[in-house]
C-alpha cells in the first residue's frame, strides 16, 4: 500500500502562484508515474501533469507553461508548481501514483484562484 498526503493548497488572486506537494509513504518501490489531477465544479476529474521514474513529463494543453511537475526522491514527494494561476484552475487536485497493480490517490487539496 502506498499513503498519499497533500499539501498547499489555497486562495490565491488570479495571476498567483501555489506550490502543492504529494508526500509519498509506504510500498513505493514498484511505483512508475506519479501525476497531478484536478476535478472543478461540475467537471469530470482530468489529468493536468505527470512525472513518469524516468523523468518524462506530460502536461495538460490548459497547464502547459504555466505549471510544472517535479520530484524530489529523497523526500518520495512530488511538486506542482503553478504559475499564473487562472479562474478556470479553480478545482480540487489530487495527486496519484501508479505501480504495476494499483492506483494510489491522495485525499485532495483544494485550490480556488479569485480576486
Known amino acids: 500500500q502506498v499513503q498519499l498526503v497533500e499539501s498547499g493548497g489555497g486562495l490565491v488572486q488570479p495571476g498567483g502562484s501555489l506550490r502543492l506537494s504529494c508526500a509519498a509513504s509506504?510500498?513505493?518501490?514498484?511505483?512508475?508515474?506519479m501525476g497531478w489531477y484536478r476535478q472543478g465544479p461540475g467537471k469530470q476529474r482530468e489529468l493536468v501533469a505527470l512525472?513518469?521514474?524516468?523523468?518524462?513529463?506530460n502536461y495538460a494543453a490548459s497547464v502547459k507553461g504555466r505549471f510544472t511537475i517535479s520530484r524530489d526522491r529523497a523526500k518520495n514527494t512530488v511538486y506542482l508548481q503553478m504559475n499564473s494561476l487562472k479562474p478556470e484552475d479553480t478545482a480540487v487536485y489530487y495527486c496519484?501514483?501508479?505501480?504495476?497493480?494499483?492506483?494510489?490517490w491522495g485525499q485532495g487539496t483544494q485550490v480556488t484562484v479569485s480576486s
Open positions: 496519484k501514483w501508479t505501480d504495476y497493480r494499483n492506483d494510489y
Open positions: 509506504g510500498s513505493i518501490t514498484s511505483i512508475y508515474a
Open positions: 512525472i513518469t521514474t524516468s523523468s518524462w513529463t
